[in-house]
């Protein structure tokens, strides 16, 4: 990974500086092996000052690696098993800061200036700038009244998007277990100071620089840091020789890392802008991610450009030729130019867009549906896989257990539980659903064996060996225990175990049929004091197995329906049975018959070509690994828009190749961090909703951009065109961006509008190519409408024309948007929101009502018009709007159908 992007996987948050005191103060607070390379000597000279803050700045952690516990307790003035005080906490909180990255704030100010960078303002700013040196005042005032409406809208809304996305933050906090008091605790991250003692296990991301105090088969992905993909093995011993180098520091954890395997306690000695990802930190520019729609519309707009600057060059060298006895209007005929130029372009897209956005990301939140992006709403419509893991989605998980095999039936509930959470080598409260269940169902009077035995040593789960295990010891004697999937137990017990095996496969298999999940339980006589992975291989006895009971949510078959109704495949990606997975599938109508089901084992035997085909027509994958998730995702997107749900750490290969990465609240750093959109309850009902939101904003947005484009090219062309012909302007520059300013109110508010529920149906995309022809064909209609009232006109002199075509100019482009809104007739289609009446119906008053006022015809030089030319014009209103709608629907039911899917 390029520096560039290092210290963007670091946590982020807006940054608190550290006191201008922090520097001076932390070697005498924390000793010689705090943040600096020297001891802080008031006396020092300023040099030597310098030297030290700089040791602070760049956080050097070569002296840590070579210190003992001891010695890196004593520096940092904290008991490693008890952690801080909260009150030191809060002390070193104000004298350090936070620990988060310093990044850029986006303040008001920048946002308004945002507003002004634009070349379609800066025309618009010469044009009343010539205006008012021409002593045009009063256009000069209201094109700049113009360009202060436009860049205020845009202002306010923009601003209201970095609030949402401010307040979409607070629901992602990366949290850390952490010691203080003497108690484990959960905080924001944001909230751990130097000295503090953290707890990490896989699927972590290590939340700032720290030395590890005690390491269990712990591994860390440092990837992000040095570019090598092999995780490096920690370990809580000093090393001979400091190091500098970021892959020799072995007993070092740093900021943004991730834990892959094994579990460990460590010290942190470095926070936020002061770790060694911080000291990068300053380099790193955020790279925008352009999606495929905005690289199309990219070129749509710059095709857009290029005709429209030709047009008008054309056009004003024509006009120039044609009347070059009045050279007077050279300078009327630029800032005509200038306005034609600005009415033809969209400059409204980017609000539009962007309300939609917040607005769809606020509806999302309340439904508990957290996107940390924007735009990753449009990614979410996109969808046209969704693939998921059954548990905590599909299903409650809240496991209860239900039966147990083999004749040491209270054996097993004790020994599971023996191999269950442990703290300091002692029972504790349970933390996931298998230690809750099996901790429920045990026995009272096996509580106190429990409580009383001690863990020597643990090898955490791993989605790879599909087991965990510990060294328990009771009454002087030691046990392995070894608890996980029934095949991975069954592996590794002694060929001469007496038990009856064919009755053992039929039970897993009998349970595994309803449903239910099953864990196996293996003990053997342990010497030793510590154990590794390649103690559990072999020689163990079976205690027995369980099995638990996950009820399917109530709304999850409901939610398949919508999913399917909506266009979009449900794929479950899971670690369980082929038969839990498929029982679940069964019952909520994914498959019908568990048959259907593709195991890991299964898939990986087929030929690369029929993986191809499998991945789209299975629906089911069970005992799959991280590498055949990533697998059959990357293989579903060569055709498809993928989106996944994932939340443990074997999850988070699969969440950065789909298109859309989703991750539950409680999911590990590593997924979380991975994902695009987390979910704050499990939910797949919230997901579908969330797809069908993300749809709706397309539509609404590709709607503006449609009605934009053919209102806008037919009026500029007519307009245009019609200015060669007579002897003065069709209309007046000011009367243009009156029809722009007056349109764009009801565009804009189109993000707000319904859409047909058949628009719903279909993972949508933004097919430039459709939109171009649309507009196209459209925008004839509009130009032929445009001459027409010409022609009705323009012999009745230049206040009569430019009064009339206004008000036809405005009605039709609001008729327009009425037929546009929807691909289906107008009386069949949904109704438009109350905000789209509103302000079509304001903007259509004020358009007619305007040329009888004072401002209208003193400020904007309209005349009243009379009654029939009123009449006229509302008649050929109606008959364009009857035209569009027969030539939409002629469009989408011949030629727009082979454009859609282009």
Same mark, same amino acid.
């Given at each position: 990974?390029?520096?560039?992007? /290092? ?116 025309? &618009?700013?010469?044009?009343? &700038? &010539? ?43 990366? @949290? ?103 000291? %990068? ?31 008008? %060059?054309?056009?004003? !060298? ?5 009347? !070059? ?23 409204? &897209? ?41 548990? *905590? ?22 020994? $599971?539980?023996? $191999?269950?959470?442990?703290?300091? *080598? ?63 137990? #069954? !592996? ?10 064919? $009755? ?15 864990? $196996? ?38 939610? %398949? ?79 498809? @828009? ?14 950065? !190749?789909?298109?859309?990465? %989703? ?128 022609? /009705? ?80 014009? #509302? ?28």
């Amino acid at each position: 990974m390029a520096v560039v992007e /290092m210290a963007l996987v670091a946590i982020s948050a807006h940054a608190t500086k550290p006191s201008k005191y922090a520097s001076a103060h932390i070697g005498k607070k924390l000793g010689t092996a705090g943040f600096f390379a020297a001891p802080h000597n008031p006396t020092f000279p300023q040099a030597k000052a310098r030297e030290t803050m700089i040791h602070y700045v760049h956080m050097d952690f070569s002296h840590y690696t070579t210190q003992s516990l001891d010695e890196i307790a004593k520096a940092f003035r904290t008991d490693p098993l008890q952690g801080i005080g909260s009150k030191e906490a809060a002390r070193r909180a104000l004298q350090y800061g936070r620990n988060t990255l310093e990044e850029s704030t986006v303040t008001w100010w920048h946002i308004l200036v945002r507003q002004f960078k634009s070349p379609f303002v800066y025309l &618009l700013a010469g044009a009343a &700038l &010539l205006a008012l040196i021409l002593g045009e005042g009063i256009d000069a005032a209201m094109i700049g009244g113009f360009i202060a409406l436009n860049s205020f809208l845009g202002f306010y809304q923009e601003y209201r998007s970095e609030k949402t996305i401010e307040l979409l933050r607070r629901y992602t906090v990366t @949290r850390a277990r952490v010691l203080r008091d003497g108690s484990e605790i959960s905080i924001d991250a944001t909230l751990l100071v130097p000295g503090d003692t953290i707890i990490l296990k896989a699927g972590d991301i290590v939340p700032a620089d720290v030395r590890f105090i005690r390491a269990t088969s712990l591994t860390i992905d440092e990837s992000m840091l040095t570019g090598e993909t092999i995780p490096i093995q920690k370990t809580e011993s000093p090393l001979k020789e400091s190091v500098h180098e970021y892959h020799k520091a072995a007993n070092i954890g740093f900021s943004g890392t991730t834990i892959m395997s094994g579990q460990g306690m460590a010290i942190i000695v470095g926070i936020g802008a002061k770790s060694a990802v911080g000291t %990068i930190a300053h380099l790193a520019h955020e790279t925008p991610h352009a999606s495929a729609f905005e690289a199309e519309l990219g070129r749509l707009s710059s095709f857009i450009l290029k005709l429209v600057v030709l047009t008008l %060059i054309f056009i004003f !060298a024509s006009n120039l030729l044609l009347k !070059a006895g009045e050279t007077g209007r050279v300078v009327e005929l630029i800032i005509f130019s200038i306005a034609l130029a600005v009415s033809v372009v969209p400059e409204a &897209l980017p609000l539009v867009t962007t309300f939609s956005l917040s607005r769809g990301a606020m509806r999302l939140a309340k439904e508990k549906v957290v996107v940390k992006r924007l735009s990753a709403i449009e990614d979410l419509g996109s969808i046209e896989v969704l693939c998921t893991d059954k548990t *905590g989605t599909l299903t409650e998980n809240k496991l209860r257990v239900k039966n147990m095999f083999g004749s040491r039936d209270n054996e097993a509930i004790l020994y $599971a539980n023996l $191999a269950g959470v442990r703290e300091d *080598g002692r029972a504790a409260d349970p933390n996931n659903a298998f230690d809750l269940a099996v901790r429920t169902a045990l026995p009272p009077a096996l509580r106190e064996l429990v409580s009383k035995a001690v863990v020597r040593g643990e090898v955490p789960f791993d989605p790879d060996r599909r087991l965990n295990s510990v060294l328990v010891e009771r009454g002087g004697n030691r046990e392995l225990i070894i608890r996980g999937a029934p095949e991975a137990i #069954l !592996a590794r017990i002694a060929t001469p175990e007496k038990f009856d095996r064919d $009755a053992f496969f039929a039970w897993v298999a009998q349970e595994g049929m309803s449903g239910r999940r099953v864990i $196996a339980i293996g003990s053997k006589p342990f010497s030793r004091t510590t154990h590794t992975v390649a103690d559990e291989l072999k020689g163990f006895s079976l205690v027995g197995c369980i099995s638990f009971e996950d009820t399917v949510k109530k709304t999850t078959r409901s939610a %398949i329906e919508k999913a399917a109704h909506l266009g979009v495949a449900v794929k479950i990606l899971t670690g369980d049975s082929p038969e839990v997975a498929g029982s679940v599938a069964k019952e909520i109508g994914l498959i019908t018959s568990v048959t259907q089901v593709i195991s890991g084992d299964a898939f990986a035997a087929l030929s690369l070509a029929d993986r191809r085909v499998v991945v789209h027509a299975a629906s089911v994958f069970a005992r799959v690994s991280p590498e055949q998730k990533y697998e059959i995702i990357s293989l579903l997107e060569e055709k498809k @828009r993928v989106g996944f749900l994932g939340e443990g750490i074997n999850d988070a290969p699969a969440l950065k !190749a789909a298109h859309v990465a %989703i991750a539950v609240d409680g999911a590990a750093d590593i997924a979380r961090e991975a994902a695009d959109i987390v979910l704050t309850q499990r939910s797949l009902n919230a997901i579908i909703d969330g797809i069908e939101e993300g749809r709706r904003v397309f539509a609404n947005t590709v709607k503006y951009i449609k009605a934009t484009l053919a209102s806008n090219f037919g009026n500029f062309y007519a307009v245009a065109i019609a200015s060669l012909f007579i002897p003065f302007l069709p209309m007046l520059p000011i009367q243009i961006l009156l029809v722009n300013l007056l349109s764009d109110f009801p565009m804009i508010a189109i993000a707000t509008d319904t859409v047909d529920p058949k628009e719903l149906r279909r993972p949508n995309g933004y097919h430039i190519k459709e939109i171009a022809l649309m507009a196209t064909f459209l925008g004839l209609v509009s130009t032929t409408f445009d001459f027409l009232i010409f022609g /009705m006109f323009f012999q009745d002199g230049e206040s009569v024309l430019q009064t009339n075509w206004f008000i036809a100019s405005i009605l039709t482009e609001l008729a327009f948007l009425f037929s546009i809104r929807s691909k289906l007739p107008f009386f069949r289609a949904a109704l438009p929101s109350p905000t789209v009446i509103f302000l079509s119906s304001a903007a259509a008053l004020a358009t007619i009502t305007l040329p009888f006022t004072s401002i209208g015809q003193n400020v904007f030089h309209f005349i009243s018009p009379t009654s029939t030319d009123l009449a006229l014009i #509302l008649g050929v209103v109606v008959v364009y709007f009857a035209v569009t709608e027969s030539v939409k629907l002629f469009y989408y039911r011949t030629i727009g159908r082979g454009t859609a899917n282009a």
